[in-house]
């Protein structure tokens, strides 16, 4: 990086996803704190200004330039229809950033069948714009709402006739007597830059920086690191077993007395941490010993 002194204005998410992202990012090795009133954190990064924005917003604030970069999810940039460049999508359920849906939802007994069917209702959302534009490219004119809340309880009381809301599995629409009619798009966290400031080679290069650290904090989050060791008889048994990311590093022992070579290997890996519970009893029966399972903070590929 040149000797150019900047600041990269980070808009970091207030609400839902501020403090998964707070977790990832001290993960990655970053060290974020934040008063219970304050809009801007402390960062442990001379050339990190972090700032808190709702999600809803900051797409918006990125191509104004008011932010050099943000996180938020693809919803909300839709929503703004903003300009922006999609730095790196960040994404794993274990970190509160995962996939959801937008759907279109309707009371159990309705006749509605699919969008089409909207023509001349009434729809609440809090996704506007982006629910106006949809219905548009169907072909349908209906009267859509911003809603501010307790959207499922519009629908359920018949205040309308349809609901676009926020889902991941379903089960709260299902739970309140609705029915998902059809999936209007799928969304994801992202980190986001300005265009101008994407150009800026100093910020580009942090910004990209950034993206590595959270993208290999996030990756570390389904692994884990594997030492065994096994003795030469066993090795090429154990090591079949191994679904390593590239190839398990492997290191001869030594005897301390005498410095001779010994016929036990040291065995390092990683794996995904799903398979860790089936894996180590068979390890143990190929003859690994002293198999320790350790968490990584990250994985960069």
Aim: charged fraction near 30%; charge should be neutral.
């Amino acid at each position: 990086m040149s000797e150019k002194q900047f600041k990269l204005r980070l808009g970091l998410p207030k609400g839902s996803l501020q403090e998964s992202t707070f977790k990832i990012f001290q993960k990655a090795g970053f060290k974020i704190t934040v008063g219970s009133r304050s809009y801007f954190p402390y960062i442990d990064d001379p050339e990190i200004e972090p700032i808190l924005i709702r999600a809803q917003e900051m797409s918006r604030y990125v191509e104004q330039g008011v932010l050099d970069c943000g996180i938020t999810g693809e919803d909300w940039i839709l929503e703004n229809d903003s300009d922006v460049v999609r730095v790196q999508e960040l994404v794993y359920a274990k970190t509160g950033m995962n996939v959801v849906r937008w759907v279109l939802a309707v009371p159990n007994d309705s006749n509605i069948k699919s969008a089409k069917d909207l023509q001349g209702k009434r729809v609440a959302t809090e996704l506007k714009g982006f629910t106006e534009k949809y219905l548009k490219g169907q072909g349908v004119k209906a009267d859509v709402e911003f809603s501010w809340g307790a959207t499922e309880a519009k629908v359920a009381s018949g205040l309308v006739d349809a609901i676009v809301e926020l889902t991941e599995t379903g089960s709260s629409l299902k739970a309140n007597n609705l029915r998902i009619v059809e999936t209007l798009c799928n969304s994801t966290t992202q980190f986001i830059a300005n265009k101008k400031s994407w150009q800026d080679k100093d910020k580009k290069q942090k910004m990209e920086n950034i993206s590595m650290l959270l993208l290999g904090a996030i990756h570390a989050e389904a692994k884990v690191g594997l030492k065994m060791n096994v003795q030469e008889q066993n090795l090429k048994r154990v090591i079949s077993l191994l679904p390593a990311l590239k190839n398990p590093t492997v290191s001869n022992l030594y005897r301390d007395s005498a410095g001779e070579k010994s016929d036990w290997y040291d065995v390092d890996t990683i794996i995904d941490e799903k398979t860790v519970r089936d894996l180590v009893p068979k390890l143990k029966a190929a003859g690994a010993e002293g198999i320790i399972e350790y968490p990584l903070n990250k994985v960069i590929y």
